[in-house]
């Protein structure tokens, strides 16, 4: 079976820069093999999009040999299928490159006295969108193959979900847990004015968000330290960074954001009888099993929402400790417990785990990565009994493994598709900041008023059909329509919005979105 069967060509179609992919050619079998299975994550990106460009290169060149109409071919000259395939290869070459990379350094005097060099990456690796678009990330690994790997993701993601950015990424080089509050600002603002100096930060310009170990606190001093000083005769200016808290322009929905559209991506498979009878499971989430390897923002919102919807989650794994309940797993609980005590190890209401083996080897229905990436490699990947691999965090699976996966007939819902909830919410939060008004409050009241216009006409309807001998005829809402005869607030209109995105992408083949990219 072919990874996510007609999604798999998008998967290795939309990502980034392979060059180094020709040089495993001149490499012996061996060191190919092992570089393959534990790649560069920039290279491994690479990869996959130069097979990608391979699967489909046929298919841009038939695209460009469609007729077109008579009008305008009298404009056109006859173009040969060899310069047509040029043009196409050539258009791969636009694509590859990341565009600009800054990296700055900068000094920060610690609470204690002492003084430390900050290091930070930005890279924009396309502007055929702008603005660009992409998290910012703390983390003690940050590199900058990391960050521009990153960045080309959210080119093709933005581009899957039909959101008009182009890519981009930041990354500091810290480990947040050493620092203060108090230092984590100082860090925050500089890094901001030091992308602003170098335009890199800007509501036209380059709009960062959320990442791993940030959050709205960081996205409103950035948002803050802009409008202040490069942003100060902007009136746009909050509009420079995405994932705010709604007091300062946020947007109802973002924080769980990127878990829905997990769920959602998974519920455009799960509920598919074709998909699910190739990998032997019957349709619908009612009493799958799933294991969710990270509890931060992602997987702490993809579980609930599965959960929610019938599913029980019997495992979840986390850097510090991995815990087990084959009779489920309670979300708000292991929630509560971990905000409490900042682990989820010794949460009460399941074991550790203590099998022979990793529990992403574990026996399930649905295993969600939604940490970090290569996880899954060509070491553990011919034991992963899981039937769905979901892939909620960036790049969990190795070149390697995907090619076992696709052979022990798993279905594999590809990250650049399942963890685009994020950015298209952050699209709504933009186009909010920019127009200045909250959803659904121009047309809040004339909705609830046309829905009780619309009770008394069925009412008047009926009384003048069948009379009133026993008194008027009353028309009693359902509990549906009565939860929503007010209108739509803004969480219900980014809700709406989150899931018709995932549901467009579903009903096109890859092939049409590749070509449309």
Known sequence: MNRL????????????????????????????????????????????????????????????????????????????????????????????????????TFPLKRDNGEHEIITGYRAQHSQHRMPTKGGMRYAPDVNIDEVKALASLMTWKCAVVDVPFGGAKAGVKIDPKLYSERELEKITRRFAMELAKKGFLGPGIDVPAPDVNTGAREMSWMADTYAMTYGHGDINSHACVTGKPITQGGIHGRVSATGRGVFHGIENFINEASFMSEVGMTPGFQDKTFIIQG??????????????????????????????????????????????????VGFPGA?????????????????????????????????IKARIIAEGANGPTTPAADRILQANDKLVIPDLYLNAGGVTVSYFEWLKNLNHVSYGRLTFKYERDANYDLLNSVQSSLERKFGKYGGTIPVTPTEEFSQKIHGASEKDIVHSGLSYTMELFRSKSSTRLALTI
């Open 5 to 104: 069967f007609a999604l798999s060509p998008l998967k290795n179609t939309i990502q980034h820069e392979a060059k180094a992919v020709l040089s495993y050619t001149s490499r012996s079998m061996s060191a190919a093999a092992n570089e393959d299975d534990d790649p560069n994550f920039y290279h491994m990106v690479g990869s996959f999009f130069e097979k990608g460009a391979r699967l489909v290169e046929d298919k841009l060149v038939d695209q460009l040999s469609e007729p077109i109409d008579m009008k305008a071919r009298r404009n056109v000259r006859a173009v040969s299928a060899d310069d047509q395939r040029k043009r196409v290869q050539g258009i791969f070459k636009i694509m590859r490159p990341c565009n600009h990379v800054l990296q700055v």
């Open 295 to 344: 509890f931060g923002n992602v997987g702490l919102h993809s579980m609930r929402y599965l959960h929610r919807h019938g599913a029980r989650c019997i495992g979840v794994i986390e850097w510090d400790g991995c815990i087990f309940n084959k009779e489920g797993i309670d979300p708000i609980e292991l929630e509560d417990y971990k905000v409490a005590n900042g682990t989820i």
């Open 351 to 383: 074991s550790p785990y203590e099998g022979d083996q990793s529990m992403l080897e574990e026996d399930c229905d649905i295993l969600l990565p939604c940490a970090r990436e290569k996880v899954i490699t060509a070491e553990n990947a011919p034991r």
